[in-house]
């Protein structure tokens, strides 16, 4: 059985930071792409970074670039978000998907992603 868990979230003041991660099982992920998209109250939910398989390609919301990266360990079929400088509009339940198929690039698109965690909290309070 496929999992993703992500943990890391949490309750942060404006400016603070931390770091999510999913690590995935039941399979292994080292040549999938992996994403994190994010869904805040009575809002849909919206991408936030991918990463390559390759981890040479990354993709990000205009409104995460410059706080946010994106990094794996393929090792540990692990997906990681460090978040920086982060604002009240980052509260939402972030979600870890792994791609189910080898394809190249780090796609923004959710119908891209066949397996996705439970989601992990993030409140930022100012």
């Known amino acids: 059985q496929v999992q993703l868990e992500e943990s890391g979230g949490g309750l942060v003041q404006v400016g603070g930071s931390l770091r999510l991660s999913c690590a995935a099982s039941?399979?292994?992920?080292?040549?999938?792409?992996m994403g994190w998209f994010r869904q805040a109250p009575g809002k849909e939910r919206e991408f936030v970074a991918a990463?390559?398989?390759?981890?040479?390609?990354?993709n990000y919301a205009n409104s995460v670039k410059g706080r946010f990266t994106i990094s794996r360990d393929n090792a540990k079929n692990t997906v990681y978000l460090q978040m920086n400088s982060l604002k009240p509009e980052d509260t939402a339940v972030y979600y870890c998907?792994?791609?189910?198929?080898?394809?190249?690039?780090?796609?923004?698109?959710?119908?891209?992603?066949?397996?996705w965690g439970q989601g992990t909290q993030v409140t930022v309070s100012s």
């Open positions: 998907a792994a791609d189910a198929y080898f394809r190249m690039g780090a796609s923004s698109s959710e119908t891209d992603y066949g397996y």
């Open positions: 039941g399979r292994t992920f080292s040549r999938s792409a």
């Open positions: 990463m390559s398989w390759s981890g040479v390609s990354t």
